[in-house]
């Protein structure tokens, strides 16, 4: 049951009030050091099981243990993490979401709170270096690549002119400090209740993401967040040469560049089967 301020204060006064040498008198035992062990995960899981730990392949992660080597600080001692254990452990963290201490003590990392805290850094910072992101991460930036991502959707799901699906989505975050004079703590609570950021993002045919925005907090909307966005502007001028858009829900307002569902429409007739387009 939680203590109500009043019976807090007394609860103080009582423990301080204490003599100390009953207290030393008191026999406790001491729990003592945890000691974890790590296992490697590579040996000990399959690679189903390690896809379900990381969601990413072992050949994956061994590629991106590599691309963000020296991106990452090296250990010092013997005794300390090295890069592929500080992104296991981070990796771990973005797969579930889990809190800190959980991440720690699973047998894939072994270590403490404030050490799965840093690896989460590091990791983090290394991937949004530009090099690193901008190789994973990017709008069709030619007309091949434009051509590559129509015809996904074509093929898929019989869609012409489309390159990208767009949304948004809640990251929750920890409140932040409400003496922000630019994003107070109230904006980033969203509709639901609890304190995010609305992340915009366009992915294509395949899921591959091919545009990210995380500058606005969970309060705002997401057309806003669409009229802000530069990919706006770009994805007019390939509308205007070649009938290009982009497929959105009905937060988004319908334009020639973007195609959301139609609220108003008669069964069985064209406005229908442009409907089911977009809900496959």
Not at 133 to 161: A, T
Not at 252 to 271: A, C, D, I, M, V
Request: proline letters at 5%; glycine letters at 6%; charged letters at 20%.
């Amino acid at each position: 049951m939680a203590l109500i301020d009043d019976d807090f204060e007394v609860y103080n006064m009582q423990l301080n009030a204490m003599n100390m040498d009953l207290l030393n008198d008191m026999n406790f035992e001491n729990e003592g050091r945890r000691v974890l062990i790590q296992e490697d995960p590579f040996v000990v899981l399959s690679d189903r099981q390690f896809i379900g730990t990381y969601r990413l392949s072992k050949v994956l992660v061994r590629e991106l243990t590599n691309l963000l080597t020296p991106y990452i600080k090296s250990p010092n001692t013997s005794a300390g993490l090295s890069i592929e254990r500080k992104l296991l452990t981070a990796l771990r963290f973005f797969a579930s979401g889990s809190y800190q201490q959980d991440i720690g003590e699973h047998r894939g990392a072994s270590v403490s709170q404030a050490s799965v805290s840093r690896c989460i850094t590091e990791v983090a910072n290394a991937l949004n270096v530009p090099e690193i992101l901008n190789k994973y991460i990017h709008f069709p930036s030619s007309v091949s690549e434009l051509k590559e991502v129509r015809l996904g959707f074509y093929e898929k799901f019989g869609i012409p002119g489309v390159i990208g699906v767009i949304d948004g989505t809640h990251i929750a975050i920890v409140p932040p400090n409400t003496d922000d004079l630019v994003y107070p703590e109230h904006v980033y609570v969203n509709r639901k209740g609890y304190h995010s950021i609305n992340t915009q993002l366009i992915c294509d045919s395949n899921l591959k993401i091919l545009n990210v925005c995380v500058k606005f907090p969970g309060s705002s909307h997401d057309s806003h967040i669409w009229r802000l966005s530069h990919v706006l502007g770009l994805l007019k001028h390939l509308h205007s040469i070649g009938h290009t858009s982009l497929l959105g829900d009905s937060g988004y307002g319908l334009r020639p560049w973007l195609l959301t569902p139609l609220s108003e429409y008669q069964p069985n007739s064209p406005e229908t089967r442009f409907n089911r387009y977009l809900v496959l």
